[in-house]
């Protein structure tokens, strides 16, 4: 015994004073001692902390408030490289590249109506901010209330959601809300935004990623735990697919609103909405040289988005400079938001597409290390 209780006093001894001094302030006098350096997003700390927040009737703690906003910053880890917009970089470096050509089809069809949104809803949007501030969470979620109702009080659904939130009866009666043949709480800028506040909080909990949220958010927890289950992975690109197209298109109208509002300044709702640089037309102004043998043994296709030509030539077992050789200026026209017009030897090309998706995800990987590191 004398032994084994040598040993338990060593481990003891060695285990990591920071961490058990972590732990030890876990619980102070019945509340939660916060550290103001470093949120553990993982631990059990942060979901106490959603708990209480969701439960609570009266305004969150000062020291609460601050602990949320440095945990749900990081729920944007799979949209911005450093998990909120900052409105002095240009937005193609910091957004994932998978978002670019994700929303240009939605930002063409609704460019308009968005800009005026942007101009006549600045009060809402003022309004909603100061709630979202109090409980902790990203002010990008306003465009949340764009997407569901264009900020109209009074919108109703044909399934009988109502208010900016779009709240169902018995999801707003949930969150406090007052819904009856009287009163309807759900059409109350300030209740409903309180009301939206801690459902968003509790979607958040367990999901940990915002684009993950907005698609429960339209369409059920349930259905983005089942995408989850379906792809083996949390990453919104990775698992969109396995969702309903209705809850995919939510997250593309979340992303694009975002943009519209985000980008140009003050003054673009008076001038022409730039969206060049996510435009899927070809502007390759390259010719590549090529001998009659060469253009007798070969396949064209035109391909969009993040593509690196060192990636793909690696993985189809090509020089970089043979590459270049039939595709000059790939890498140029790509990094602009155009599409390429990518020639290949035609057994190459069937490499190529076999392995399309895998050499995207290592060229969007290796971009981002690169911005990354750019911007230290």
């Not at 945990?71 to 909120?84: A, H, I, M, P, Q």
């Not at 940990?208 to 927890?221: C, E, S, T």
């Amino acid at each position: 015994m004398k032994k084994y209780f040598f040993l338990y006093s060593l481990l003891i001894l060695l285990f990591p004073f920071s961490i058990l001094n972590a732990q030890s302030k876990e619980i102070k006098g019945g509340d939660i001692a916060f550290s103001k350096t470093k949120a553990d997003t993982s631990s059990k700390i942060e979901n106490k902390v959603i708990d209480e927040v969701i439960e609570s009737k009266n305004p969150v703690k000062k020291e609460k408030v601050e602990y949320l906003s440095q945990v749900t910053k990081y729920g944007f880890k799979n949209l911005f490289k450093n998990y909120s917009y900052n409105s002095s970089i240009p937005y193609a470096v910091q957004v994932n590249p998978f978002a670019e050509n994700y929303m240009q089809d939605y930002l063409k069809a609704h460019e308009q109506s968005l800009l005026t949104l942007k101009k006549t809803g600045l009060p809402y949007f003022n309004l909603i901010d100061g709630i979202l501030i109090q409980y902790g969470l990203p002010k990008e979620l306003k465009y949340l209330a764009v997407i569901e109702s264009d900020l109209k009080s009074n919108a109703l659904s044909v399934k009988g959601a109502r208010g900016p939130w779009q709240f169902m009866d018995y999801t707003a009666k949930g969150y406090g809300l007052v819904v009856n043949q009287y009163e309807d709480d759900r059409t109350d800028y300030y209740k409903s935004t309180n009301a939206a506040a801690k459902y968003l909080l509790h979607l958040y909990k367990d999901l940990k990623d915002w684009l993950l949220v907005i698609a429960a958010y339209n369409g059920g927890p349930g259905r983005v735990y089942s995408a989850i289950k379906k792809s083996g992975s949390r990453n919104f690109w990775d698992l969109q697919f396995y969702l309903p197209e209705e809850s995919r298109n939510h997250v593309k109208k979340f992303i694009a609103t975002h943009y519209i509002m985000e980008t140009g300044g003050d003054n673009i709702a008076d001038s022409k909405f730039n969206y060049s640089s996510l435009s899927g037309n070809d502007s390759s102004a390259f010719t590549a040289h090529l001998s009659a043998a060469e253009k007798q043994d070969i396949d064209s296709m035109k391909v969009s988005g993040r593509y690196m030509a060192n990636i793909i030539a690696k993985n189809i077992s090509m020089s970089e400079e043979d590459f270049n050789h039939f595709n000059p200026g790939f890498d140029k026209v790509l990094s602009e938001g155009d599409a390429y017009k990518l020639q290949l030897p035609t057994e190459k090309m069937t490499l190529f597409n076999s392995k399309k998706l895998d050499i995207l995800n290592e060229s969007v990987t290796q971009l981002l290390q690169s911005v990354n590191i750019k911007s230290r």
